[in-house]
């Protein structure tokens, strides 16, 4: 059974899907949302970015999936025309109770799911996904123009959240990244972010390949 927690949060529904463990830079310049930081910075607290299902980021009022990721802001400056640019990074996830609207912005009473017990994984299974991640990260080096050397990032140990930094990798549209983030099983998770970063892999592979074709095959 997942360990849940109940509170009311502050909420910022976005055209992207943050996941715990990731880093998200954000620039606010709409009054609701300057309240909203305000709010959480006054109080110590933290709020949940959400995918947004119908309406837009700005101005009117959207429609959330369920299902999103509590933030915290690690690093805020101020900047011309009474801007805010923050970096908030990812927590815990949550689900969506019930929406609120008492105040400028969205609040929402929501399940924090607090990290899950250890969950059986085959050995098979995390082998797969640390060598997948060091490919990509290495693929996505060299196609930058990188050394392939500057790839090799420590990978985390923890199930749990070696699922979610192989999420992270994957370049997929945000309806394939909420699936991820909603999946409660650590193995299939794992196994969704294997087969769309092979995918992936596989594809910045080919333009490697073309784009030394061309440039080898030029007088």
């Known amino acids: 059974m997942v360990n849940t927690e109940t509170q009311k949060i502050p909420l910022f529904p976005l ?32 709020f949940g970015i959400v995918l947004i299902k119908e309406g837009q980021e700005v101005g009117g009022n959207a429609v959330p999936h369920k299902v999103g990721t509590l933030a915290k802001i690690t690093k805020i400056r101020k900047l011309s025309q ?25 609040e ?3 399940e924090i799911q607090n990290p899950p017990p250890e969950q059986d994984v085959a050995e098979q299974s995390l082998k797969k996904a640390k060598t ?22 420590p990978l985390p140990t923890n199930p749990d959240q070696l699922s979610f ?26 196994e ?3 087969f769309h970063l092979q995918v992936e892999s596989k594809n910045i592979s080919s333009s490697l390949n073309t784009d030394l074709l061309f440039k080898f095959s030029r007088n």
């Not at 997948?132 to 990032?153: F, P």
């Not at 370049?171 to 794992?190: D, K, P, V, Y």
């Open 15 to 46: 055209s992207t899907v943050l996941f715990p463990g990731g880093t998200i830079p954000l620039q606010i310049f709409e009054d609701r949302y300057h309240s909203m930081v305000q709010d959480c910075l006054d109080t110590d607290s933290k």
């Open 82 to 106: 009474n801007r805010l640019y923050l970096t908030a990074v990812g927590e815990k996830r949550f689900n969506i109770v019930e929406l609120i609207q008492n105040k400028a912005y969205l």
């Open 132 to 153: 997948a991640a060091s490919r990509h990260l290495k693929a996505i080096v060299s196609m930058n123009g990188g050394w392939v050397n500057k790839a090799e990032t």
């Open 192 to 194: 969704i972010c294997l």
């Open 108 to 110: 929402g009473l929501v």
């Open 165 to 190: 930094f192989l999420a992270q990798l994957i370049q997929g549209t945000n309806e394939i990244r909420q699936t991820i983030l909603e999946e409660t099983s650590i193995e299939r998770r794992i």
